[in-house]
T-cell receptor, first 112, second 114 residues
Framework: ELKVEQNPLFLSMQEGKNYTIYCNYSTTSDRLYWYRQDPGKSLESLFVLLSNGAVKQEGRLMASLDTKARLSTLHITAAVHDLSATYFC????????????FGTGTRLKVLA | NAGVTQTPKFRILKIGQSMTLQCTQDMNHNYMYWYRQDPGMGLKLIYYSVGAGITDKGEVPNGYNVSRSTTEDFPLRLELAAPSQTSVYFC?????????????FGPGTRLTVL
């Protein structure tokens, strides 16, 4: 059974600081997705990582994928308050089936 | 495009009642999904569909049923509602051919079973 774990679960950080969120998964997969959820809202797609070594960047967020280590990271550079949200990674449970298993989520709070 | 729409937005059910949560997408996506999200938790896959007429169980299918008679619609049926089904339900869709297959989510249905 595929397990997807994120850490930390909660993260409180000061504006301007850098931090990394980790997503570990337990079985082989070459597709990994990052989503953002604002409180009381739905999820929106941030990044799609489709191969080993893939790196995507959007603004202050950068995501990477290491399929050999079964690890993805979401790096936050110079955090701002608007990045406060919950971030989820999701993995294709069996490669190519599009049956996604979500991680536990990381609740990020950026303090002004 | 309206994207993924869900109705109702909110609903309160009594134990033992039944209801159908509606989900429609207008992006011609072949894959559709139902998730539940309990307070402060991640998403759990209930059922998914790879196309009209084809459905399969996810992680937590017990107490739910689905059907997919058209590409656009993927209703979720709750039979004999129980308090454990109190949750926020999200419908999502994705396209499996060529595109990166990211999921697009509906706004959610907040369900309370009393």
């Amino acid at each position: 059974e595929l397990k997807v774990e994120q850490n930390p679960l909660f993260l409180s950080m000061q504006e301007g600081k850098n931090y990394t969120i980790y997503c570990n998964y337990s079985t082989t997969s070459d597709r990994l997705y990052w989503y953002r959820q604002d409180p009381g809202k739905s999820l929106e797609s941030l990044f799609v990582l489709l191969s080993n070594g893939a790196v995507k960047q959007e603004g202050r967020l950068m995501a990477s994928l290491d399929t050999k280590a079964r690890l993805s990271t979401l790096h936050i550079t110079a955090a701002v308050h608007d990045l406060s949200a919950t971030y989820f990674c999701a993995v294709d449970a069996t490669s190519g089936t599009y049956k996604y298993i979500f991680g536990t989520g990381t609740r990020l709070k950026v303090l002004a | 495009n309206a994207g993924v729409t869900q109705t109702p937005k909110f609903r309160i059910l009594k134990i033992g009642q039944s209801m159908t949560l509606q989900c429609t997408q207008d992006m011609n996506h072949n894959y559709m999904y139902w998730y539940r999200q309990d307070p402060g938790m991640g998403l759990k896959l209930i059922y998914y569909s790879v196309g009209a007429g084809i459905t399969d169980k996810g992680e937590v299918p017990n107490g739910y049923n689905v059907s997919r008679s058209t590409t656009e619609d993927f209703p979720l049926r709750l039979e004999l509602a129980a308090p454990s089904q109190t949750s926020v339900y999200f419908c999502a869709s994705s396209y499996s051919r060529g595109a990166p297959n990211e999921q697009f989510f509906g706004p959610g249905t907040r369900l309370t079973v009393l």
